[in-house]
């Protein structure tokens, strides 16, 4: 039996941070898929409080939400650091990856919902995108020029935010608006680090993300953290 398990969504931005990080590590795991309509017990009992994954499940003992978990991948094994060994760059590192999941809600607002919500999620997306506009300026990656933790936060915007405006008609990130933006997530898709772990399902990924967009009742719950 595996020391290392891993309870998840295969469409969720989540999930795939902390198989990415545990594939960098070079770490052997199980992989447990969730149907988020029908939780296991498994899932209710490593999460209790908030029902989410991804949960790692460690030597029995299970760790919530995707970015404690990648910290937690760094301290325990061995292998490429995930968060820089500077403080300060762990300290930029933090700051970033808390920031791009502070726009989850909105994210999702943006590109999967109608109404209200959207049409203030939209603002909130543009805002985000001409502060990253400004950051990534003659930037590859977020801290010192390194992939690691702030990047891996960034699939969210960087890869996953394309399946949203294509399954949605909804463009925001334009390179006329955001040339900087446009110009790192080109680099970012292109990176050896990243391309090496793209999710394989990208036609399974598109069309999940329509039926959603055709529901147009998802939640941030739907992708988890």
Known sequence: MAQVKLLGFWYSPFTHRVEWALKIKGIEYEYIEEDRYNKSPLLLESNPIYKKVPVLIHNGKPICDSMIILEYIDEIFEGPSILPKDSHDRALARFWAKFLDDKVAAVVNAFL????????????????????????????LFVANKFGYADMAANLVGLWMGFFEEASGVVLATNEKFPNFCAWKDVYINCSQVKEYLPSRFDELLAFYQDRVRAQAPTSATLQK
């Open 113 to 140: 919902r109608k109404g209200e919500e959207h049409e203030k999620a939209k603002e909130e997306i543009c805002e985000m995108l001409k502060i990253l506009d400004n950051e990534l300026k003659d930037k590859k």
